[in-house]
């Protein structure tokens, strides 16, 4: 089955950066769009980053211009380099395909402290 194994999470200073990764099994990731997720204090967990299996991105608001994500296809990894932090983006983030979701893994923590 499906598993999705996320991190690179920490505790970090605003300005700060930090890289995730989202190692997948379980299925055939070269053709799958695949996204990050993020899912604050007390909030619904939100799309932040979307990538396509041709590798189009796209992004929401919150986000852009200081996240990236990326894949590679032949290490079933998607990433998220986080650049230029706020504490805004403190939360547990995830990955997951976003027209096939499998389970969702355990997420990593990111502090951003002021």
């Known amino acids: 089955q499906v598993q999705l194994v996320e991190s690179g999470g920490g505790l970090v200073q605003a300005g700060g950066s930090l890289r995730l990764s989202c190692v997948a099994s379980g299925l055939i990731f070269l053709i799958y769009p695949m996204a990050w997720y993020q899912q604050a204090p007390g909030k619904q967990r939100e799309l932040v980053a979307h990538i396509s299996s041709g590798g189009s991105t796209d992004y929401a608001d919150s986000v852009k211009g200081r996240f990236t994500i990326s894949r590679d296809n032949v290490a079933n990894t998607v990433y998220l380099q986080m650049n230029n932090l706020k504490p805004e983006d403190t939360a547990v983030y995830y990955c997951?395909?976003?027209?096939?979701?499998?389970?969702w893994g355990q997420g990593t923590q990111v502090t951003v402290s002021s």
């Open positions: 997951n395909c976003p027209t096939s979701p499998g389970p």
